[in-house]
Each structure stands twice: as C-alpha cells, then as structure tokens.
C-alpha cells in the first residue's frame, strides 16, 4: 500500500474534536505570526474555517493526512509574509499537497509568492489555492507555478471540472446532515479544499501534470 498523501492545510488551524474532523490523520502543526514567525504548536480552531476546510479535504480524501498551519489568529486576516512563511515551513516538511483557502489581491507581493510557488513547485510540491476574489486575481493562485481553482456551483461535490484551461469545483462545504446548503459554508475556500481533495483521491500527486492540464504551466 503507497504511503497517504500529507496535504499542508493553511488557515485557521483545526479543532479536532470536531465530528466531521478524523483527528486520526492530523499531525501537530505550527502557528505562524504575522510576522512569520513560529509562534509554537497551539493549532486550535478558534474561527471555524480552517476547522471547516480541512473537515472538506478529508471528506473528499479520507486517507490523507492534514497538517495544520495556521495563519489566522483574531480574524481571517493575515500577512503575505505569514504565508510565505508556512509554505515555506510546509515544503521543509515534505508535504505532497498545500491548500490555501485563500490569497491577496494586492500584487506587489507577486513576486515574494512567485519565489516560494517555485521553491515548492522544485520540491514536487503542488499548492492548491484560490485563483481569484470576485474576479480579481488572487496570490499567488494565479500564478502559473499553483493550480488556481474558482467555483462551480454546478459541479458536483464529487467531481472537479476543467473548462477552457481552468479549474473549478464545488464551493459548497462539507454537507452537515439536517442543514440546507443554503445556511452551510460556502464560497472559494471550499472549492480549493474540495479540488485538494479530489487530487489527493487519485493518489501520487504529479504537479507538472496538474498544472499542464489547468493550463496554467509554461
């Protein structure tokens, strides 16, 4: 049996008790300050997103192995410096997969996501991250070095879908049993969590060809 598939989830940390949560298949993780650095291993949930987005990933990939690293403390809020700072602590870690819920639109900090999206494309490492905010380009999920990913409010939970070079999946959460989708979670973050795990299904993650097939390398 091929070993599982560890995927580096940065955001807000994860509560593991949580039901939907298989605390299981989650390393202890690091949180990382605005500054960057490591402010020690309290990876505790205290927003609820990243709680939500990893409960995404393993529903989709139940196999796989999560490493939280959170960035988000007070808020859903952060620092370019704080996140190339965790993809940087995740590429060290050997991780096959990084999904990041989310990205700046601010493009001065182009270039510092660039060099990190390489560093972790050189490591055979792919980053799974939102593509764009309303319409405008997110960092670094649209850069050629990371698989961007927008919503489908069509696409079935179970399946991704590819059109005219990019990707999308569903933006819906996790289901919760009783509850409409309506009053669930939704949005961009969990169409990158549900396509991060929808890669990780299919086993050995071959980042060249995901970003061949999403058009986004070259």
């Known amino acids: ?17 949580h039901p939907h949560i298989d605390a299981d298949r989650l390393l202890r993780g ?7 650095s490591v402010l020690g291993q309290d990876t505790a949930d205290r927003l609820g997103h990243g709680t939500a987005v990893t409960a995404a990933i393993q529903y989709q990939a139940p196999d796989a192995i999560c490493l939280p690293i959170r960035v988000f403390h007070d808020g859903l809020s952060s620092t370019a ?12 870690e050997g991780v096959d997969l990084i999904n990041l819920s989310l990205g700046t639109v601010n493009s001065a900090h182009r270039d510092i996501f660039a060099a990190v999206a390489d560093h972790a494309l050189a490591a055979d490492i792919l980053i799974v991250a939102a593509r764009d905010n ?3 380009p997110c960092y670094p999920g649209s850069l050629k070095q990371v698989l961007g990913v927008g919503v489908d409010w069509d696409c079935p939970q179970s399946d991704y879908a590819i059109r005219n070079g990019l990707a999308f999946a569903s933006g819906r959460a996790r289901p919760i049993p009783g509850v409409p989708q309506r009053r669930n979670l939704f949005g961009v973050s969990f169409a990158v969590a549900n396509m991060a795990g929808l890669i990780a299904r299919r086993g050995r993650v071959a980042p060249a060809d995901w ?3 999403a058009g986004t390398s070259g």
């Open 30 to 36: 690091l949180a990382i300050a605005k500054d960057g």
């Open 81 to 92: 410096r704080a996140l190339v700072a965790a993809i940087e602590l995740a590429v060290a």
């Open 1 to 17: 049996m091929p070993d599982p598939l560890r995927i580096a989830v940065i955001d807000s940390g994860v509560q593991s008790s």
């Open 134 to 136: 309303e319409g405008t």
């Open 211 to 213: 970003l061949q097939l």
